[in-house]
């Protein structure tokens, strides 16, 4: 292939551009959506995590504005491109890869305008008109006034709706301009709208096992320990609901809520951790209690092995029971408890047993939740059959808030005592299994990219006009 051709081969093909001018070797997905955002109006990218969107849309964009010479509809018919992200930090995340693929190739960056291009103020201007902006998409922005030929929004799900649709896609009307987003599930937002059918968007997936260069072992840690709804959303591109449950029902009636499991006493040599919901007047209060299975010197299960309960109980009754039963199960320092409803009075008459009184705000919930989710999913936890216990995990519910936090409740007129003390047991459990086994894992260096290929080689000693670089495209 002759230098020419060559060229020619790159402008028509944003695939072999990427390769062979700025060193990447794209995915098929990757390459997709370079080519809906080259031929659609409207395209939208949803990528598992850590999976190239921030690079393909970086290499397209600078494509785009080296070989495009179609008359846009802006002031000075010139190709005008606009980067949206949450803050302006993110949306420097596709400028600075521009940045190290210009810097990187001699050739692309005799094509840059330095006296107009404006590296740490965001703006990239090429010699023949076009540029690129980075702009923040915060509600403190101003973004209207602005009239791009081209709007790219990285992370498209944390943008809010209001500047959505009130500020980003109103500034794109004057020029009719092509509009490109990409993100990662999180919620039923626009950017889930997007999915619906006739939404008139071309949308491209990429999921975890769609990305060839995904890192197996930073990807194995993560299954293991994200709960299996967060892994869904985050790699393999699963918009969850707002609303829902905090433990999946199949998963608790098929694997963890195991027949036959029965009371039992404490076995000499055998560890155990607890959970304490301490009720109010009309809660229960309730006591959950695990033994550990070790393999291989590890912690490898956990088996709920006493289920304790006290209703409308003389405090000082309880406490002793319960104090009793952790004497019984050598449960000194193993138990956490649900502080939340009672005083410090029945904090310090628990306090010569070692509990460890937790307050659960909901951060702490859904820190716990969490930390139950991955024993569960990881095979690591057994429940008794116990309808109560059965009845309140199954509708123990998870809700989002605007800011993207999860709150965690029992439903109206029900309660969530067994839960509770599960989630406090399972808090303390974890600490067993924290540690583990720890994966290391690499990440990509986007600024030891290199050019491949003789003919790339070739390109770069050409003598370039510095008035006129276009003139061998």
């Known amino acids: 292939m002759k230098v020419k051709q060559f060229i020619k081969k790159c402008s028509k093909d944003v695939g072999f551009f990427s390769k062979h001018m700025c060193g990447k070797d794209m995915s098929k997905k990757q390459i997709k959506l370079q080519v809906a955002a080259s031929t659609k109006p409207h395209s939208a990218a949803i990528f598992s995590r850590q999976s190239g969107k921030s690079t393909a849309l970086a290499i397209w964009c600078l494509w785009m504005c080296l070989f495009d010479n179609k008359k846009w509809k802006t002031d000075d018919r010139k190709l005008h491109m606009h980067i949206y992200a949450p803050i302006e930090d993110q949306a420097h995340i596709i400028f600075g890869k521009v940045k190290t693929f210009v810097r990187a190739n001699p050739v692309i960056e005799a094509f840059i305008d330095e006296k107009e291009t404006k590296w740490k103020g965001g703006i990239v201007a090429f010699r023949n008109g076009h540029t690129i902006q980075a702009r923040s998409a915060s509600e403190q922005a101003h973004i209207r006034g602005h009239s791009p030929a081209i709007i790219v929004i990285d992370e498209s799900q944390d943008i809010t709706e209001k500047t959505y649709w009130q500020d980003i896609l109103p500034s794109g009307a004057a020029t009719g301009a092509r509009i490109v987003e990409a993100g990662t599930p ?56 707002d609303i829902g449950m905090a433990f999946e029902y199949h998963m608790l009636t098929e694997k963890i809520i195991k027949e036959g499991l029965m009371q039992e006493d404490y076995i000499q040599d055998t560890e155990y951790y607890g959970g304490l919901d301490l009720g109010k007047h009309e809660d229960a209060t309730v006591l959950s209690i695990f033994k550990v299975i070790f393999r291989n010197g590890k912690a490898s299960k956990f088996v709920q092995v006493a289920i304790f ?146 003919l790339t080689d070739k390109i770069t000693q050409l003598p370039l006009d510095e008035h006129k670089p276009y003139d061998i495209l």
């Open 309 to 454: 309960e006290w209703l409308n109980r003389d405090w000082d009754e309880v406490i002793m029971e319960i104090g009793s039963i952790i004497e019984r199960y050598h449960l000194t320092g193993r138990v956490f408890a649900d502080r939340l409803n009672v005083g410090d009075v029945v904090i310090d008459m628990l306090k010569p047993y070692g509990v460890m009184p937790i307050v659960p705000s909901q951060p702490v919930k859904q820190d716990a939740v969490n930390k139950l989710n991955i024993l569960m999913e990881n095979g690591k936890l057994e429940l008794m059959e116990h309808e109560i216990q059965m009845g309140q995990m199954v509708n123990y519910e998870r809700k989002k808030t605007p800011s993207g936090k999860y709150t965690f409740h029992h439903p109206d007129g029900e309660h969530d005592d067994y839960v509770s003390a599960n989630l406090m047991a399972g808090m303390a459990m974890y600490e067993e299994v924290e540690a583990g086994d720890i994966i290391y894992y690499g990440g990509e260096d986007l600024e030891s990219v290199t050019v491949e290929s003789n």
């Open 186 to 241: 999180k919620g039923r937002n626009h950017f889930y709208r997007h999915t619906l059918p006739r939404s008139g968007v071309e949308v491209v997936y990429q999921k975890h096992e769609e990305c060839p260069f995904m890192d197996l072992a930073y990807l194995e840690h993560m299954r293991r320990n994200m709960p299996k709804a967060d892994f869904d959303q985050e790699f393999n591109c699963v918009f969850q609901t």
